[in-house]
């Protein structure tokens, strides 16, 4: 049984991407990349598209990463065991099964109005923050978990403090946990379309963003935009620019398995 | 090595940051209608050519949503296939964002049918009401007009958020939003241009746009509302034959950003130029003593706000 479904689904992605790469494939060429979108399929690109895309996760990154570790550190090493903490647990738990675009209207209300970020990048990256926040902390807290109590007892016999513990110990041994669950995480903020429609994504956006404040566009938007039109041409541009959206999280994730596979061999008491 | 990783991010972004060289701060947003948006961002891709330091950026949030940031004055112009609503209009009060409406290009409303289909080949705005008014009783195509095959009829048309949604059942069915539910809502109309393709008892309704790049896979339907049957094409939008599910496409234009340079020759550019480029998108262009009327009458837009600063 377990076999058939994995095969299942193994088929239905291969011929999804199969499908995919076999239509877009013949618009994906230097120009594509690097051409500001048209109303002309074929002079269209994806410049401005995926520029927002690094920018976007660049500053989700910036955000998510010390909060969601730090948090994850806090709430796993110092956070006593009582009601409160029970209460933050679920809560993080639950956050994590929240649809995504319910996280676009607050961020839409918090940050591009109550805060006055308008329809920015940080608005956009803080609100797909908020998003990957609570899976973060989850995989930060497993991978802290994982780490044996031999080595706390070992280092706190010795004298070091709690800190000393935690930062020269307790961190290497669980970075490469740590940092699979970031990535995935990351990974999956990247795809998201439905908060950053909310949160003020635009589709034609001529310009690379040049500080954080400015309007933008993400992958995601264009690919969506381009299948609604009427003309042929243009889902044949999506489906280009699906392979690049797909090749991005690919080497995402593939960094992630890497960077486990490093620090796993490394950690060897 | 965990110090390192921070660093690096760190400097990552710092790099992103640096980058940035200030930029002119000329900006237009422009945000509104999906239908829409393919004109106004073909008009920002060549006024780009004339005026490269005015940064353009175009949204397709749809009609609605984009009312509502233009009403608040987040948006600089905002697009709509439907005339602003009542409700919109007291909102823009409210906040006190003055606006012009503008039409810019022409559409029409397409009912279509599966190529099989070879019993219907027009049809009145009556019979269109009563398969699609809210408490419709057709289930069959034999409940619309007699002869007709008693198989269930299978519907097709945009959801809620469409402008298209807005026009079509204000003209059809009398009343803006009044329609029957129990119909294939689309977000996207491809996927209506899929379903009715490959339904022989199907019917459904988007804009000219959509059947012409599907011309083969659909069957249009010509509306006979008293002097025989049209069939929607560019002349019979254009000259007004096509009725009455022609309709026109809106710019609508804040009287603040009226008084700045950049936007002024944004919308004469527009006027100018958004005959061709609607047509090159698949809409229909306006007469052109019609542009040069819109050209006139927000000349006296701008004027009239400077006069009153």
């Given at each position: 049984m377990g076999i058939i479904a994995s095969i299942s689904g193994i088929v239905v992605l291969a011929i999804f991407i199969g499908f995919v790469i076999y239509m877009g494939i013949q618009r994906l060429s230097w120009d594509f990349i690097v051409q500001l979108p048209s109303r002309f399929a074929e002079e269209s690109g994806i410049y401005t598209a995926w520029m927002?895309?690094?920018?976007?996760m660049v500053f989700t990154t910036l955000i998510s990463f010390p909060l969601g570790v730090g948090a994850g550190i806090y709430l796993e090493e110092y956070a006593r065991q009582n009601r409160w903490s029970m209460f933050l647990e679920i809560n993080i738990s639950n956050l994590a099964s929240v649809p995504s675009i319910i996280y676009g209207l607050l961020g839409l209300g918090v940050f591009v109005r109550m805060m006055q970020m308008g329809n920015s990048i940080l608005a956009g990256a803080l609100t797909l923050s908020l998003l990957i926040l609570p899976i973060i902390i989850v995989s930060t807290r497993e991978a802290i978990k994982a780490v044996p109590s031999s080595i706390r007892d070992a280092s706190n016999a010795l004298g070091a403090s709690k800190w000393q513990t935690i930062w020269h110990q307790i961190l290497p041994a669980s970075f490469g946990g740590i940092l699979t669950g970031v990535i995935l995480a990351l990974s999956r903020a990247i795809g998201e379309t439905a908060p950053l429609i909310v949160v003020g994504a635009l589709v034609y956006v001529p310009f690379a963003p040049q500080n954080p404040l400015?309007?933008?566009?993400?992958?995601?938007?264009?690919?969506?935009?381009?299948?609604?039109?009427?003309?042929?041409?243009?889902?044949?541009?999506?489906?280009?620019?699906?392979?690049?959206?797909?090749?991005?999280?690919?080497?995402?994730?593939?960094?992630?398995?890497?960077?486990?596979?490093?620090?796993?061999?490394?950690?060897?008491? | 090595m965990v110090k390192k990783i921070f660093?690096?991010?760190?400097?990552?972004?710092?790099f992103l940051y640096s980058c940035g060289s200030g930029g002119s701060q000329q900006e237009i947003k422009i945000d509104g209608s999906g239908t829409v948006y393919p004109i106004t961002e073909a008009v920002a891709e060549e006024f780009r050519k004339v005026e490269p330091d005015i940064r353009v950026s175009v949204g397709s949030s749809g009609?609605?949503?984009?009312?509502?940031?233009?009403?608040?004055?987040?948006?600089?112009?905002?697009?709509?296939?439907?005339?602003?609503?009542e409700e919109e209009k007291q909102l823009a009060e409210k906040n006190g964002t003055e606006y012009q409406q503008f039409s810019i290009a022409l559409d029409g409303i397409s009912i279509v049918v599966h190529p099989d289909n070879d019993w219907v080949n027009t049809l009145t705005p009556e019979e269109l009401?009563?398969?699609?008014?809210?408490?419709?009783?057709?289930?069959?195509?034999?409940?619309?007009?007699?002869?007709?095959?008693?198989?269930?009829?299978?519907?097709?048309?945009?959801?809620?958020?469409?402008?298209?949604?807005?026009?079509?059942t204000e003209t059809i069915n009398g009343e803006s939003g009044a329609s029957r539910t129990d119909y294939n809502a689309v977000a996207d109309y491809n996927v209506a241009v899929q379903?009715?393709?490959?339904?022989?008892?199907?019917?459904?309704?988007?804009?000219?746009?959509?059947?012409?790049?599907?011309?083969?896979?659909?069957?249009?339907?010509?509306?006979?509302?008293?002097?025989?049957?049209?069939e929607p094409s560019l002349q019979t939008v254009k000259n007004n034959t096509y009725k009455p599910l022609s309709r026109s496409l809106y710019i609508y234009v804040a009287k603040n950003a009226a008084q700045r340079p950049a936007v002024q020759k944004f919308v004469e550019f527009y006027f100018n130029n958004a005959g061709e480029l609607a047509q090159d998108v698949g809409y229909v262009p306006m007469p052109d003593e019609d542009y040069e009327a819109q050209k006139s009458a927000f000349r006296s837009f701008v004027s009239d706000t400077v006069a009153a600063n």
């Open positions: 927002g895309t690094v920018w976007i400015d309007e933008f566009t993400v992958l995601p938007v264009q690919i969506y935009n381009w299948v609604s039109r009427p003309q042929e041409e243009f889902i044949i541009n999506a489906a280009a620019a699906i392979i690049v959206l797909l090749g991005i999280t690919f080497i995402m994730n593939g960094i992630a398995v890497y960077l486990r596979n490093k620090w796993q061999s490394k950690m060897e008491w | 660093t690096l991010i760190l400097f990552g972004g710092l009609s609605g949503a984009g009312f509502r940031k233009f009403t608040r004055g987040e948006t600089d112009i905002s697009n709509s296939s439907r005339e602003i609503s009401n009563k398969i699609w008014k809210a408490d419709s009783e057709v289930q069959q195509w034999s409940d619309i007009r007699e002869g007709w095959p008693d198989e269930e009829i299978r519907l097709y048309g945009p959801n809620t958020a469409h402008g298209t949604y807005d026009f079509f379903g009715i393709s490959s339904d022989k008892y199907s019917l459904g309704y988007f804009g000219l746009a959509y059947y012409e790049e599907n011309a083969e896979k659909l069957k249009i339907i010509g509306i006979d509302a008293g002097d025989g049957a049209v």
